[in-house]
């Protein structure tokens, strides 16, 4: 029986994911297929329960569903209950396991960037949101003992936080507003940058002014993207890395927890390139679109609640 595999978004059409996902099902002969279920949050829980069938292997998660999903699951790793999120779904018999692979890729995409330089103690995170989550956690686990974490809306970085309480009990964690002063006096503190907002997806918006970002930082944006963040970066003399490790790995980890065995990096990063070329654009945790369309502008106030004043948005607006 071919097994299914199924990453449920909303909206998400078009996926990297599958692209990425497919090729290595192919290339290692197992028939099993990767398909993409639009669900609204109304239809989120039958979705779930589908997947306890025997031809599922199990599933990606996607926005906005990723906290969502957590109480229609049966047990959840510790990533997964960290980060109060779960990005893939594994089955055991009857039961659905809930996972957080964002953590892992997070942390290759981390070494990559801190290549044989030693590994930072301090960071700065820009964004709250779920992908700021995976980041927190795996800059905890990873041994950090000062991370700031700056949000548009504080009171979600403020949540983010006080949800890690414990486990960054012995470290420096905190939110602050987000103002250029105040970061530009934090990055002059560290050595590690990452963005995990989703300014930069589309257009030339920036999440911090170019001229604040000191010489010789290790900037890390989670979009699959050269972002003007990055752009800026490298010019000011930083080291850089976008979303793609990230991506790529946080796939390899759910594909050997479906099945069993390593993931075909080779293929997989080929075929990201491949479907990236071709106009995919939706990648876990990204708007999805046809290909070749442009997704909602997250300044947009389609796409954006609205910011309180002196917020990133302002300049996001500016700036595209
Ligand atoms: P969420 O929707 O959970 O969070 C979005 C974040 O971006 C929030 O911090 C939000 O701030 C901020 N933001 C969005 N628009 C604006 C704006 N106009 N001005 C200021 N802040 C803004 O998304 P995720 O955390 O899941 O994803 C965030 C980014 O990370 C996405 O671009 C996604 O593609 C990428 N990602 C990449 C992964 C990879 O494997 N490479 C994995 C996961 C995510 P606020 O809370 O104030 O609204």
Redesign the pocket.
């Known amino acids: 029986m071919t097994k299914r595999v199924v990453l449920i978004g909303h909206p998400v059409a078009h996926s990297l994911s599958g692209a990425m996902q497919q090729a290595a099902f192919d290339a290692l002969g197992i028939g099993a297929t990767y398909e993409v279920w639009d669900r609204a949050p109304i239809a989120l829980a039958e979705a779930v329960a589908e997947l306890r069938g025997n031809d599922f292997l199990g599933a990606n998660i996607t926005?906005p569903h990723?906290e969502r999903v957590v109480p229609m699951i049966d047990r959840q790793t510790e990533d997964a209950q960290a980060t109060g999120a779960v990005n893939t779904i594994t089955r055991e018999g009857k039961r659905l396991i809930g996972h957080n692979t964002?953590v892992a890729?997070f942390k290759v995409a981390l070494d990559h960037l801190v290549g044989k330089q030693k590994m930072p103690r301090q960071a700065v995170v820009l964004?709250?949101?779920?992908?700021?989550r995976?980041v927190v956690h795996g800059l905890i686990t990873e041994g950090f003992q000062r991370v700031i974490v700056f949000?548009?809306?504080l009171h979600?970085a403020e949540g983010l936080v006080k949800h890690f309480a414990r486990s960054a009990a012995h470290m420096e964690l905190r939110a602050m507003p987000w103002h250029d002063s105040i970061i530009e006096a934090e990055l002059a503190k560290t050595k590690v940058l990452v963005n995990?907002?989703?300014?930069g997806?589309t257009g030339a918006a920036i999440?911090i002014a170019a001229e604040i970002l000191p010489a010789d930082l290790l900037v890390l944006d989670?979009?699959?993207r050269r972002t003007p963040l990055l752009e800026a970066a490298e010019a000011s003399g930083s080291r850089i890395s976008d979303?793609e490790v990230?991506?790529l790995h946080?796939g390899a980890a759910a594909f050997t927890l479906w099945t069993g065995q390593p993931a075909p990096l080779d293929v997989m990063q080929s075929s990201l390139v491949a479907a990236r070329a071709g106009g995919v654009r939706s990648?876990?945790?990204?708007p999805a679109g046809a290909p070749g369309e442009t997704p909602a502008d997250?300044?947009s106030p389609d796409?954006?609640?609205s910011?309180p004043p002196g917020?990133?948005?302002a300049a996001?607006a500016a700036r595209d």
């Open positions: 926005i990723k964002d890729g964004g709250a949101g779920g992908g700021a995976a949000n548009r809306h979600r995990a907002t989703s300014i997806l999440p989670l979009i699959y979303g990230m991506l946080q990648a876990e945790g990204e997250p300044g796409a954006a609640d910011p917020s990133p948005t996001v």
